[in-house]
Structures are given as C-alpha cells and as structure tokens.
C-alpha cells in the first residue's frame, strides 16, 4: 500500500497548487448555487400546501453542500489518464511493478479529493459564514442535525470519495478502449448530474421513483450524504445507507478490474 498511498499524496499536492481553477470554481459554483436557491424559494412558496419531503432550509442546505462537492461527480475521466492514452505513455503504466487498476484509482481519487476539499472549505465559509453576516441568514448553510449526523455524513463523504473513483475509473477505461474521452464524458454528464442529486434532491421528485432513484449507485454521491447530514435517516437506515453506498464501490470496483484486465489485453498504443 506504500506504493499506492504515495502515488495519491503527489497527485493530491500536485492538483492542490491550482488555486486560481478552485477560486474560478467557487465562484462559479456560488452563482449557480444562489440561482437555485432562488428556484428553490420560489417553488416552496408556490407549494407550501403541498408538503414536500424536505423545507425549504433544508433544501438551501442540501444545494450549498451538494454545489461545494460539485467536483466530487464523476462526469468526466481523469485528463492524465486520457492524456496518457492519446500519446501512448499509458504504455509506461503497463510496465510498472504495481498493479494497473490500483494505479490508476489511488491518482484519479487523489485527483478528485484536491478538487474537492478546497472548493467545500471555500463554500462553507460563503454559505455558512458570510451570508448570515450579510442578513441572508434564513439563505444560509445550515450545521448538520446533529452531532450523529455529522459523524455519519463524514463516513458517508469518504464512501462516496470511492464511488465517484470508481465510477471515474471506468470513464477511464472506457476512453482507453475507444482511445478518446470526449464522446464517453459527454454521455456522461447529463446522467450524472440529474441521478446524483446535484440538480435537484432526489426526494423532491416523483413518489413512484424514489426507490429506483435511492437503490441506483449515482444517488450515494450527493443525496444519500444529504440525506444523512440533514438527519432523514438515522440508525438502522442510516446504517443501510452507508452499506448500500459500500456494496455499489465494491460492485464497480469488481466490474472495473475485469474490464480494464479485457481492455489492456486489447489496448492499441498510440503516440511513440
């Protein structure tokens, strides 16, 4: 695991120097946050007799968290690796004393985790922070139900750190087979982004979906992390969450192996 855990440190502090692409990110990320919010105000107040299944500061919350782990979402594969794969250094993977597979999740996590970290820290300190010092208290990010919650959505980050690395890996494979990742991330994206939540919570869409929508893997990136940190699922449930996010990372993980074994077997060195 030496071989591994340093392959993910120098990935990770390597990505970590672009700090103007996480300010650029972050403000992005807090307009489009501050549309849906206003969205989100304007539909609560439209159906305030209707119940819905979260209020309306859960919601904003659930929008603030789910836009600072907007690169958390596996809607495109890792561009080293995609590079690597049109100038024919993927040939240099091949040759090294580790395992291929290992290599490539242990650089795409650290890839996907130094996007991340800086981009939440940055909205938590926006949303959570400056907007009720601005007076947009009743707007703000709110602290996790409590103190269960907290630790169970934690759990739940790292879970879903090894989903969305998983899922990665397999845009990674497939822009190896096909030997270019445009076509496969911009298939890619629009799943993404409806069925993980990030467009909207999953809750709030129809009832006869909401299994289907709970049970397929791309809900464990932001809804079921949501689901916990707000408290809708707490002990036996919130403990069938996490599994649930387990068992689709070791599913795509198993899948992953056995198709990158069959790809590489396969695989057409280009570049030289």
């Not at 919601?59 to 024919?88: K, N």
């Not at 707007?139 to 790292?158: E, V």
Request: aromatic content about 10%; glycine content about 8%.
């Amino acid at each position: 695991m030496v071989a591994y855990r340093a392959i993910f440190v120098s990935r990770f502090l390597q990505v970590l120097q672009y700090r103007a692409a996480a300010l650029a990110g972050f403000g992005t990320q807090c307009w489009w946050g501050g549309i849906k919010v206003m969205v989100l105000a304007a539909f609560f107040d439209r159906a305030a007799s209707a119940a819905p299944a979260m209020t309306l500061a859960q919601a904003i919350t659930y929008t603030w968290v789910a836009q600072g782990l907007l690169a958390l979402l596996p809607w495109s594969g890792d561009p080293e690796v995609a590079l690597a794969v049109r100038t024919g250094a993927v040939a240099y993977d091949r040759l090294r004393p580790v395992d291929a597979y290992a290599l490539w999740f242990a650089r795409s996590a650290g890839w996907i985790a130094a996007r991340v970290l800086p981009r939440v820290a940055l909205m938590a300190a926006f949303a959570a922070v400056l907007l009720p010092l601005a007076g947009f208290g009743a707007w703000r990010w709110q602290p996790p139900a409590g103190a269960a919650a907290g630790a169970a959505f934690a759990a739940s980050a790292l879970l879903a750190l090894t989903l969305s690395t998983a899922l990665v890996m397999l845009l990674n494979i497939a822009a190896a087979a096909a030997l270019d990742a445009r076509g496969i991330n911009a298939f890619a994206v629009p799943l993404v982004i409806l069925l993980s939540g990030n467009l909207l919570p999953l809750a709030l869409l129809p009832d006869g979906w909401q299994r289907a929508l709970l049970l397929q893997p791309l809900a464990g990136l932001t809804d079921i992390p949501m689901r916990l940190y707000m408290g809708q699922a707490t002990g036996v449930h919130a403990a069938a969450l996490l599994a649930l996010q387990g068992f689709w990372a070791a599913v795509l993980v198993g899948l992953g192996r056995v198709l990158m074994a069959r790809t590489m077997r396969r695989l057409e060195i280009q570049g030289g």
